[in-house]
């Protein structure tokens, strides 16, 4: 079955190291997406993709960057990780001409 | 720019008693409307969405919910509450922007349910 999978599921890392977060779907989708969620604030965009070498940015993205080589991985990169970056982190995808976005299993990272 | 209240942050009920969540949305033209589900650990299962047409749209595992215009509402029901529906509900609207689909969440409800 189509899916879309993040990797690690839980990370942790120190003040100022660069951490990669991946994310993968089988689904062929055009679109990708990054959001962080914290207590109080719901789920907040980070960076977008409409597809291979389209990126922009969401209402969160200082200490953020994204790229889209391929289809199917956007990896999310935190050049250099603050405590202020410890969430978790959820990766989601949806069709061109679709409406849907469809979520996968979260990363939990805590920055020390 | 659009936004999303889900006035709830936390909500207990007893099981078999019937159930709504708010939300109310600000955007400025048709909004698209969703309803997610997380339960603990896991990621955003979608539960229910609105694009246009009937008012009231159903959605998996006994959710309905019903768009209204007049009170930019679009609140989420179900009749009977089982245990099983203790999560994190998230209400959210898109928007079309260049061809994408941006979403913006509201805080989310907790639900409790008693047995």
């Known amino acids: 079955d189509a899916e879309i999978t993040q990797s690690p599921r839980h990370k942790i890392t120190e003040t100022g190291r660069q951490v990669t977060l991946a994310c993968h779907q089988t689904w062929n989708h055009n679109n990708m997406f990054w959001y962080r969620q914290d207590l109080g604030h719901g789920l907040r965009l980070i960076h977008y993709?409409?597809?291979?070498?389209?990126?922009n940015k969401g209402e969160v993205s200082d200490g953020y960057s994204v790229s889209r080589s391929n289809t199917e991985d956007l990896p999310l990169t935190l050049e250099s990780a603050a405590s202020s970056q410890t969430s978790v982190y959820f990766c989601?995808?949806?069709?061109?001409?679709?409406?849907?976005?469809?979520f996968g299993p979260g990363t939990r990272l805590t920055v020390l | 720019a659009q936004s999303v209240t889900q006035p709830d942050i936390h909500i207990t009920v007893s099981e078999g008693a019937s159930l709504e969540l708010r939300c109310n949305y600000s955007y400025g033209a048709t909004p698209y409307l969703f309803w997610y589900v997380q339960s603990p650990g896991q990621g955003l299962q979608l539960l229910l969405k609105?694009?246009?047409?009937?008012?009231l749209v159903q959605g998996i595992k006994g959710f309905e919910a019903e768009f209204k215009r007049s009170q930019s509402s679009f609140n989420l029901r179900k009749p009977s509450v089982h245990w099983s529906d203790a999560a994190e509900y998230f209400c959210a609207v898109g928007a079309l922007t260049g061809g994408g689909n941006k979403l913006t969440f509201g805080t989310g409800t907790q639900l409790k349910v008693e047995l």
């Open positions: 989601a995808s949806r069709p061109a001409g679709g409406n849907t976005q469809y």
């Open positions: 609105y694009f246009s047409g009937d008012t």
């Open positions: 993709s409409y597809g291979v070498q389209d990126t």
